[in-house]
């Protein structure tokens, strides 16, 4: 039996554009589930005139009748995620959908400053992370020392927990020459019973709700947040985030089996970005660097910080594509390229005199790469994005789709999906029903 459900992954270093296809294509999903990574994630939705922007909560969460679900594979700072619920609920958006998983971990004070502190440790090897605690969330998750959105609802276990962690915490942020955290036992279950308060009733066993809902036909949408690049097995290690984001993350994250997954999309951005520190072998510097950031708008939702940009790289597709099993891509932010002359493609990376189109794990070897471009020609843009949108995929310039077309033949994956502009509006979909 063909399930009806859709993962969306990031097939770069994040920044893709997936809220936007996400949000497009949770349109007609049921069920719309974040599997990994926290507030670190940041997505930009725009829906008519409002803007929606969204760090923890699932773009689906502003579609009313959607259920949006909090995976066990995220991590969750339930401050930042009241501020996002109070977002949605004043611009007149419904949180009835929410469910959060009793099995997710939380992230308290004491991860952001330590996340702090060891970026300082670590001195000019620093990862650039966002600094919002999610390494030293996932660090107790593996060390079998987190607390879980489901312990919020056991007073007893959650006194244990804060008795034992906080002191433990203290004396490493005092090893770390951290930031004072100035919390302490009481005050930290006195803020913990609040959350109770606020969210208790959107905690449940989501990987029975996911399950059951795939098991009775409903459509369910898996959110990928980072990108394919950032895992911590696959991406560019250490230059990663913590948790798993490519396929294989989905079944962990969300709590399904393998076999369960039907289709998944990788938002690929027509050019490259990416955030903080490690290797990009594509990296445009300078004065061509500055113009493509500001044509693409490339700064952080959730630092602000100005994106490292550059050409496309297919060798960093096509890892991407092996490690999550891309059935289309939703190719992104086409129209930032208009109006260029020429676009170098990279097909393969020349490292040492040898040519590869396998990305190494090796972040001396990337240093070390050279890209090996094919130049493709550029097109000239248009005045009237929804004119073109209308005429479909044969009304874009001759070139872009030569561009495209390069792309889905040395991928050997369709693009199903072309984002000419920051509205859904601006999407031209060349599949059209996604659940069969
Ligand atoms: P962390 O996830 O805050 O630990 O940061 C680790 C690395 O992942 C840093 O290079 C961040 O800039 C990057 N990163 C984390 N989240 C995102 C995201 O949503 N988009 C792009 N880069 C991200």
């Known amino acids: 039996m063909i399930l009806p459900n859709l993962a969306i992954i990031g097939a770069q270093w994040g920044d893709e554009g997936k809220g936007k296809i996400t949000d497009y294509l949770d349109e007609t999903a049921d069920l719309v589930v974040r599997f990994q990574g926290g507030n670190n994630a940041g997505h930009t ?56 998983s009793d099995r997710a971990h939380l992230i308290f004070n004491y991860h952001k400053k330590l996340d702090g502190a060891e970026e300082k440790y670590r001195g000019s090897d620093a990862v650039g992370t966002t600094k919002k605690g999610i390494g030293p969330a996932y660090q107790d998750k593996i060390a079998r020392i987190g607390v879980r959105a489901g312990d919020l609802l056991d007073d007893e276990l959650l006194k244990e927990k804060v ?31 609040k959350w109770r308060e606020k969210i208790g009733g959107y905690i449940c066993d989501t990987s029975v709700l996911i399950n059951e809902a795939l098991d009775n036909g409903k459509k369910v ?87 490292r940009c550059g050409w496309l790289d297919l060798v960093v597709a096509e890892h991407a594509s092996r490690m999550c099993g891309f059935t289309s891509f939703a190719i992104t932010k086409l129209d930032v390229l208009n109006d260029y002359d020429e676009l170098p493609v990279c097909v393969a990376y020349k490292i040492d005199g040898k040519e590869t189109k396998y990305f190494p794990a090796s ?26 949108v209308k005429g479909g995929y044969g009304a874009l310039p001759k070139e872009m789709r030569t561009y495209i077309e390069f792309i889905e033949n040395h991928m050997n994956v369709p693009a199903d999906i072309i984002s000419i502009g920051p509205d859904r509006a601006d999407t031209i979909d060349r599949k059209k029903n996604w659940w069969v």
């Open 45 to 100: 939705i725009t829906v008519g005139e409002r803007v929606f922007k969204l760090h923890s909560l699932p773009s689906g969460v502003v579609r009313k009748g959607n259920l949006a679900v909090i995976g066990n594979g995220v991590v969750m700072n339930v401050d930042d995620l009241l501020e996002e619920m109070e977002q949605v609920l004043s611009a007149g958006g419904s949180l009835e959908g929410l469910r959060i």
């Open 163 to 193: 008795d034992f962690i906080l002191p433990y915490k203290k004396d490493l942020m005092s090893m770390l020459d951290a930031e004072v955290c100035g919390c302490e036992c009481g005050m930290l279950l006195d803020k913990m019973r």
């Open 221 to 307: 949408l898996f959110e990928g947040a980072q990108g394919a690049m950032l895992d911590i097995d696959h991406g560019t290690y250490p230059y990663v985030t913590s948790s798993a984001t490519c396929g294989g993350g989905i079944c962990t994250g969300a709590g399904i089996a393998p076999k369960r997954i039907e289709k998944v999309v990788g938002c690929l951005k027509a050019y490259t970005t990416r955030v903080g520190e490690g290797p990009f072998v594509t990296e445009l510097h300078g004065k061509e660097a500055d113009a493509l950031q500001k044509k693409g708008g490339e700064f952080g939702v959730t630092t602000g910080r100005g994106r």
């Open 363 to 388: 972040i001396s070897k990337l240093e070390r790469a050279e890209p090996v471009y094919k130049t493709m020609k550029g097109w000239k843009g248009w005045n009237d994005t929804a004119s073109v």
